[in-house]
């Protein structure tokens, strides 16, 4: 039996509050609806959140990548070393710049790059290290930055899902090279569409300025240069009006998806998820990574359910979704995408990254829930995957 729309719980969903529909009017009204004064307001909040690191904000977090890749000046001929479970935009935006992104496979547990694989993948021709902070979890800091000064590296972090994450107590973005955010609807604070860059230096950020809006110089009153060429990839005031109201809720988003992991870790324990071979993410306290649980994903035991490792995840998604319950998938690999295997990649590569994009399941994680959406998830989950087990 299908559940009623009006019951369903979707995997996310974004929350846009009265003040920020209010202020979003009043940026209608003012006449001036793109980039001014508001995506200023918003740029200097997103400085002071990152300790007054230079930031300028963009259309979208795929722009702020491939933005930050022009900055450090990589292009054809270089290897951009990343991993194949991300969204496709991070291996995508290598390509844009005439560059080669360079997967390495991941650790089973935290669903990250692993740091060992990654040095062994570093050749006279790797520029940057990129890594991605999968539901907001991020990778050994002290390591990587090791790993990149040794070997003469930029990083350009993909921070999409990250925003509030620390590591030892510092927030990601605060520190570290070029740090790329998403504020897209699913994101934890969002913008509708949008994405802000962190870099390091006033220079770096008047070229990203530059980049940003078509590579155009201002000079005077007429004075108009390009000296190289951008793109059209400026965030309008409409958008950062609502930024800036998500922005001053960001403590309190936090806080709450960490309770709702937190009860997601109780009920898994109580509904046996573990003992039927679905693996949970990384525990409240695994690390001196603190995740902001952009997303809470599991990975199914997709070789012992009906239908084997190609169908499993398909029937448990279905099956959820009949009870009125969301799910998503983040991430299948990107070196089995038929662009990336005309470059060479090839089943049985990565192996774990392999064996997890078949069987990961974003479940449902956003602030309005409640403990009760939590337990029905779980036993839901519980209850599906007993009924196809073979």
Known sequence: MTTPASDFLPFVRPEIDAAAIADVGKVLASGWITSGPKMHAFEAAL?????????????????????ALRIADIGPGDEVITTPITWVATANVVIAVGARPV??????????LDLDAVEAAITPRTRAIMPVYLSGLPVDMDRLYAMASKHGLRVIEDAAQAIDSRWQGRR??????????????????????????????????????RLRLQGVIRTGMDGMDVEEPG?????????????????????????????????????????????????????????????????????????????????????????LRERGIGTGVH???????????????????????????????????????????????????????KRLSK
């Open 331 to 385: 991430y299948p690999p990107i070196h089995l995408f038929s662009y990336y295997r005309s470059l060479g990649w090839r089943e049985g590569m990565l192996p774990h990254a392999e064996r997890i994009g078949r069987g990961i399941v974003t479940l449902p994680l956003f602030p309005a829930m409640q403990a009760a959406d939590v337990e029905r998830v779980c036993e839901t989950l519980s209850e599906t995957c």
């Open 231 to 319: 793109g059209k990839f400026n965030l309008t005031d409409v958008n950062a009006a609502v930024g800036l109201a998500q922005l001053g809720s960001l403590d309190t988003i936090t806080a709450r998806r960490a309770e709702l992991a937190e009860a997601y870790f109780r009920c898994a324990a109580d509904h046996g998820l573990a003992g039927l071979g679905i693996e949970l993410p990384q525990p409240l306290d695994a690390q001196a990574a603190t995740t902001n649980w952009h997303m809470f994903q599991v990975v199914l035991p997709t070789g012992r359910l009906q239908g084997g490792p190609a169908q499993a995840r398909q029937r448990v998604m279905e099956a």
């Open 172 to 209: 990601i973005g605060a520190f570290g090279d070029l740090v790329s955010f998403s504020f897209q609807a699913n994101k934890n604070i969002t913008t509708i569409e949008g994405g802000c860059l962190v870099m390091n230096t006033p220079e770096e950020a008047v070229r990203a300025e």
């Open 47 to 67: 400085s002071d959140l990152f300790g007054g690191r230079p930031v300028r904000t963009f259309a979208n977090g795929s722009a702020t990548m491939e933005i």
């Open 103 to 112: 997967f390495v496979d991941i650790d089973p547990r935290t669903r990250n």
